[in-house]
């Protein structure tokens, strides 16, 4: 890759993300590669847990990150092996966001894993983005990876542990969270699961949010489930109007049609088609039939 393609952000730029700008040490500076843009993104997800998943793990996290990036919050996690992998991986699929916050530099050659270089592009080239702390080419200590995990938390709204044992390096990023005024979240695990030790003790210790299903994260951000929205504007039609809705948006279909459908007497469906017409809900054909508008 050619150098040109990172972006160094200073903490004075207005392009430098306001979230990690807020915690007490945010790193001076910032080189990204891909979209500067994401970094502001309004909704955004930290999910961390053990390299050393269980298929229970892998599962939980692959779920619960590609539902979230569905719904437009964007995945942020570390790129290295076991959940982060999982996670960056989950929101590709589903061609949502994600940010890989490494603990060395962007460039290719310093990715870290080796073996993830090609998932690093795989975010870049998918409109997410490759940043850290440490310019190109710099050596990478083990002390990084805890350093780096601040800026995980800090340009993330909320925290997601799937899976951590007692003595995870997983749980010191879930207690910046704590720190840093984020709302974390645990997935529990079943307690004879050693994997599992570390996110059942932060959800009894820490009173991390339960998460059983998609809707416990999207709580978290107040956003409704997809579908939600439509289920409350139907809530304003009558039953009947609901259900000639619902008919018609499988076909468009005749008065007479929609009377053998629905067992509804034809002066009651000719009153609730023209309710809906007027209401722009319906179009009615030269044909006779009507449809979903």
């Known amino acids: 890759m050619d150098f040109m393609d990172i972006i160094e952000i200073q903490i004075s ?52 990150a590609s539902l979230a990036a569905e719904h437009d919050i964007v995945i942020i996690s570390g790129l290295a092996r076991g959940i982060d992998g999982t996670a960056h991986k989950a929101a590709l699929k589903v061609h949502g966001k994600t940010i890989a916050v490494l603990g060395g530099g962007v460039d290719d050659s310093s990715i870290y894993p080796p073996e993830h270089k090609n998932l690093a592009n795989e975010i870049i080239n998918s409109g997410g983005a490759v940043i ?38 997983a749980l010191i990023t879930a207690n910046l969270a704590a720190d840093y005024n984020r709302e974390l979240l645990c997935v529990p695990g079943m307690i004879s699961n050693p994997a599992a030790v570390g996110t059942n003790k932060l959800i009894r210790d820490s009173g991390a949010r339960v998460v059983l299903e998609i809707q416990d994260i999207l709580e978290a951000f107040s956003i409704l489930p997809k579908g939600a929205a439509k289920s ?8 009947e109007q609901n259900i000639l809705l619902k008919i018609l948006s499988e076909n468009p279909l005749t008065i007479s049609e929609l009377a053998e459908k629905s067992q509804m007497e034809i002066p009651l469906i000719t ?21 979903v508008k």
């Open 13 to 64: 730029s207005s392009e430098y993300p306001l979230l990690l700008k807020q915690i007490h040490d945010p790193p001076k500076s910032l080189f990204v590669r891909g979209s500067v843009s994401l970094l502001q993104h309004p909704h955004t997800l930290a999910v961390v847990g053990t390299r050393k998943c269980t298929a229970y793990g892998l599962s939980s996290t692959e779920k619960l």
């Open 132 to 169: 850290s702390e440490y310019p190109p080419k710099s050596n990478i200590y083990k002390g990084n990876f805890v350093a780096r995990n601040r800026i995980i938390i800090g340009l993330a709204k909320a925290v997601l542990v799937t899976e951590a044992p007692e003595k995870s390096g």
């Open 232 to 239: 409350a504007e139907n809530s304003n039609f009558s039953n």
């Open 271 to 291: 009153s609730s088609l023209t309710t809906l017409e007027l209401m722009e809900k319906i179009v009615s054909h030269m044909d006779g039939r009507y449809s």
